[in-house]
């Protein structure tokens, strides 16, 4: 079984910044591509970034390029989405995801995995 745990969620003002974390167990670090979802309020779940493994490239929505920064600690096995700029549009439950095989996309069906998610709230 493979858990994902999410946390850094919080309330911040428009302009600040945030940092989630989301920590795996060893293999599935390692051996496995791993994404931040989002999901806002009465709208669908959202792709934010992506990074397959450790020598990959990561890929962000065009919504937060330039402003989300997708990394990996491999010695914590933990993901980070570090979240700058934020504005209102930018509050939603965001969620860690993983995959065993990357199927060329990141879209919520090629995710195997979840966490639970974690819930950021900018304030205008």
């Known amino acids: 079984q493979v858990e994902l745990v999410e946390s850094g969620g919080g309330l911040v003002q428009a302009g600040g910044s945030l940092r989630l974390s989301c920590t795996a167990s060893t293999r599935t670090f390692t051996s496995h591509a791993m994404a931040w979802f989002r999901q806002a309020p009465g709208k669908e779940r959202e792709f934010v970034a992506a990074?397959?493994?450790?020598?990959?490239?990561?890929v962000y929505a065009e919504s937060v390029k330039d402003r989300f920064s997708i990394f990996r600690d491999y010695s914590r096995n933990t993901l980070f989405l570090q979240m700058n700029s934020l504005s209102p549009e930018d509050t939603a439950v965001y969620y860690c995801?993983?995959?065993?095989?990357?199927?060329?996309?990141?879209?919520?069906?090629?995710?195997?995995?979840w966490g639970k998610g974690a819930l950021v709230t900018v304030s205008s």
């Open positions: 995801a993983a995959t065993a095989r990357y199927r060329g996309t990141y879209s919520t069906s090629d995710m195997d995995y």
């Open positions: 990074h397959r493994r450790i020598s990959s490239m990561p």
